[in-house]
């Protein structure tokens, strides 16, 4: 039996696109053992994918460098007796511990200089392989330019544990529920203001449905406002653990999210979904699914892939109006 590491990446987006390059191992290899070596808070999204066989924490925050942690965690992999590791994230740090680890086969894109930790490093084109999900996937083969069509990710859900968090919030199911994903961790200038997605909700419960907004506690805040201006929604933010929030996303009849996490696990739910991108490229982490509408003013000065509009004004997103987002929805409404 082969048994392979991946050290994943920590943004949840990036962890969900890498599904679909561990599906490829498990069609290679079928008899193989697939771990993740992750923060341990992507340990949900791990347990949703049937490919994986085990979650190894990885106790190193954003930028640690711990050489004395990452040796220690070594040896233990060490003893483990990984055939091969492929290393997703680009940095040095990521390929230490495998290094370290002395796994015979170590794949990985070049990244920061990376030749003397990797031994089977790759040399990234980016022309060829323009979205992230291509650049994961291609690790996956010897070496070989890309010739299939990639598969979109997938989690699976455990209809026990969504019935449990249905319980323990309170919820219902029976008006059509829509949800709202306000939030996006790595900047203001990827979030859809406050006062169009409240009164997008405002229409859409005058319709008939419910609405629920997702997020962490770092959403409180936008979800705030949007309560303050549409009382009727349902606020989930900060009042969910990533797994009862994928559990429960996977209800919605649609979903309106941001260029963010929740986009990503929305669409590997299959969910219908409209994308709002403001600051952020469709091109580079589009949604992965047939399923998707992507709502987007593509202005002159986007996207700038900045976390703040560089010219103050964030007309990429202000000037984005609810009325853009309902006929995306109308729209998926007639194609389901």
């Known amino acids: 039996m082969k048994r392979i590491l991946i050290v994943a990446p920590a943004w949840v987006g990036d962890a969900i696109m890498a599904q679909p390059m561990y599906a490829r191992l498990k069609q290679r290899h079928p008899d193989s053992q697939i771990d993740v070596l992750a923060p ?30 990452r040796w220690k965690l070594a040896r233990q992999l060490k003893a483990r007796g990984y055939d091969q590791v492929i290393v997703l994230p680009n940095s040095i740090k990521s390929a230490l ?12 894109w070049v990244g920061e200089m990376r030749y ?9 084109d980016p022309i060829a392989l323009p979205k992230m999900v291509q650049r994961f996937y291609a690790l996956a083969e010897d070496n070989t330019p890309l010739s299939a069509t990639i598969p979109n990710p997938e989690l699976t859900i455990n209809n026990a544990d969504r019935d449990a968090a249905l319980a323990k919030l309170g919820l219902s199911t029976t008006q059509p529920m829509i949800a709202i994903c306000p939030g996006a961790e790595y900047g ?40 303050k201006l549409e009382p009727n929604v349902v606020n989930l933010a900060g009042k969910t653990s990533l797994a009862e929030a994928i559990d429960l996303l996977s209800l919605a009849h649609v979903a309106v999210c941001n260029d963010s996490g929740l986009m990503h696990v929305a669409a ?47 007309d990429c997103l202000n000037k984005l109006t609810p009325d853009y987002v309902m006929k995306a929805l109308k729209e998926l409404t007639k194609e389901s």
């Open 188 to 227: 203001p200038a990827k979030r859809w203001p406050a006062a169009h997605a409240a009164a997008l909700a405002t229409q859409l419960i005058a319709d008939g449905a419910q609405v629920w907004l997702f997020g962490s506690g770092k959403d409180s805040e936008i979800c705030a406002e949007i309560v």
């Open 97 to 108: 511990v495998p290094a370290f680890a002395g796994i015979p086969k170590r794949t990985g």
């Open 268 to 314: 590997a739910l299959g969910r219908p979904l409209v994308a709002v991108f403001g600051s952020s490229s469709p091109g580079f982490t589009p949604p992965l699914t047939s399923k998707a509408k992507i709502v987007t003013l593509a202005l002159e000065c986007s996207p700038c892939f900045a976390r703040v509009c560089p010219l103050g004004h964030m």
């Open 40 to 69: 341990a808070w992507t340990r949900p999204l791990h347990a949703r994918m049937a490919e994986i066989a085990e979650a190894i924490d990885a106790p190193f925050g954003h930028g640690e460098l711990k050489l004395r942690e």
């Open 116 to 124: 003397g930790l990797l031994n089977d490093a790759r040399k990234l």
